[in-house]
């Protein structure tokens, strides 16, 4: 990495942004592609001369606060919030606990256990650890759920996909209430002095912004699961699935298995695993 990475990254990403995009008039002569400093200083309460010090590298210690005002102002996706903060963090030499933060605790599958997920088949099952990164899978899962984008990427997390993809308030119809069993079981772990959590909560709080850093600052509620997901399938439609956890033994992982929760569920699901009808039955009931 260059010695003003950092600096690099924020005058290409305001280069990179138009004043319409903002609300801010085009005017002639202008001799900057994108905003210029003064209007990027005007958007997010920066100075023109400290956001002048921090594009020429003479700045390398912003804080948090201020690199979120500027992700603000800029309309940065939660992949170029990401980054800026991994640069940051780079520059301030916490790289090292940034990285290891992406690899959560557990990643390995025992063969009992992926034997065990194969069983569930055409049931779609996940197996997770307490970070929410997807280790392994049925078939029946990934059908269900990676048309809605949460398999993407090469380590899927549930977490970071509910509040940081666009696509998932749409993929869920009560995304509010699954927000919340997120940051709670997230506050849990971070209460058990869990050494991951709090990084992974940092980084959540400065890429989802106000949706995940409200709920991180209320009070404190009970870590549930709830035993129904209503899911938007763009092939199925909605349907409504029967959660069940089930905890594995001394490594901080679960597998979470979804059934069909009506008649028209299971028929949905049964198109879906291209199985005859009444493969996955209907499961009623709390």
């Given at each position: 990495?260059?010695?003003?990475?950092?600096?690099?990254?924020?005058?290409?990403?305001?280069?990179?942004?138009?004043?319409?995009?903002?609300g801010?008039?085009?005017?002639?002569?202008?001799?900057?592609?994108?905003?210029?400093?003064?209007?990027?200083?005007?958007?997010?309460?920066?100075?023109?001369?400290?956001?002048?010090?921090l594009?020429?590298?003479?700045?390398?210690?912003?804080?948090?606060?201020?690199?979120?005002?500027?992700?603000?102002?800029?309309?940065?996706?939660?992949?170029?919030?990401n980054?800026?903060?991994?640069l940051?963090?780079?520059?301030?030499?916490?790289?090292?606990?940034?990285?290891?933060?992406?690899q959560?605790?557990?990643?390995?599958?025992?063969?009992?256990?992926?034997?065990?997920?194969?069983?569930?088949?055409?049931?779609?099952?996940?197996?997770?650890?307490?970070?929410?990164?997807?280790?392994?899978?049925?078939?029946?899962?990934?059908?269900?759920?990676?048309?809605?984008?949460?398999?993407?990427?090469?380590?899927?997390?549930?977490?970071?996909?509910a509040?940081?993809?666009?696509?998932?308030?749409?993929?869920?119809?009560?995304?509010?209430?699954?927000?919340?069993?997120?940051?709670?079981?997230?506050?849990?772990?971070?209460?058990?002095d869990?050494?991951?959590?709090?990084?992974?909560?940092?980084?959540?709080?400065?890429?989802?912004?106000?949706?995940?850093?409200?709920?991180?600052?209320?009070?404190?509620?009970p870590?549930?699961?709830?035993?129904?997901?209503?899911?938007?399938?763009?092939?199925?439609?909605?349907?409504?699935?029967?959660?069940?956890?089930?905890?594995?033994?001394?490594?901080g992982?679960?597998?979470?298995?979804?059934?069909?929760?009506?008649?028209?569920?299971?028929?949905?699901?049964?198109?879906?695993?291209?199985?005859?009808?009444?493969?996955?039955?209907?499961?009623?009931?709390?």
């Amino acid at each position: 990495m260059s010695d003003n990475e950092l600096g690099a990254f924020l005058r290409a990403r305001r280069e990179a942004v138009k004043p319409a995009d903002v609300g801010l008039p085009d005017g002639p002569r202008r001799r900057t592609p994108g905003l210029r400093r003064s209007e990027l200083a005007t958007l997010s309460g920066v100075s023109v001369e400290y956001l002048t010090r921090l594009e020429q590298g003479r700045d390398r210690n912003p804080s948090m606060q201020v690199l979120g005002t500027l992700a603000d102002a800029l309309r940065m996706t939660p992949d170029e919030r990401n980054h800026l903060r991994t640069l940051s963090k780079t520059l301030n030499g916490s790289v090292a606990l940034c990285t290891a933060a992406n690899q959560a605790p557990v990643r390995t599958v025992r063969p009992t256990v992926r034997a065990l997920l194969d069983r569930f088949e055409p049931t779609p099952a996940v197996l997770l650890n307490r970070l929410g990164d997807v280790l392994a899978r049925t078939g029946g899962y990934e059908r269900l759920f990676g048309p809605v984008g949460l398999l993407d990427g090469d380590t899927p997390n549930v977490i970071r996909y509910a509040f940081t993809d666009p696509r998932a308030k749409a993929a869920f119809p009560e995304w509010d209430r699954i927000a919340d069993e997120h940051v709670a079981a997230l506050k849990l772990e971070a209460a058990h002095d869990d050494v991951f959590t709090p990084e992974l909560i940092s980084e959540l709080t400065f890429a989802a912004g106000r949706d995940f850093a409200e709920r991180v600052a209320g009070p404190p509620s009970p870590a549930t699961v709830a035993r129904r997901l209503r899911l938007a399938h763009p092939q199925a439609g909605e349907l409504l699935l029967a959660c069940e956890v089930l905890d594995l033994f001394d490594d901080g992982q679960r597998i979470l298995a979804h059934l069909p929760g009506d008649a028209a569920t299971s028929a949905a699901l049964d198109r879906l695993t291209g199985r005859l009808p009444g493969a996955l039955r209907a499961v009623n009931g709390g």
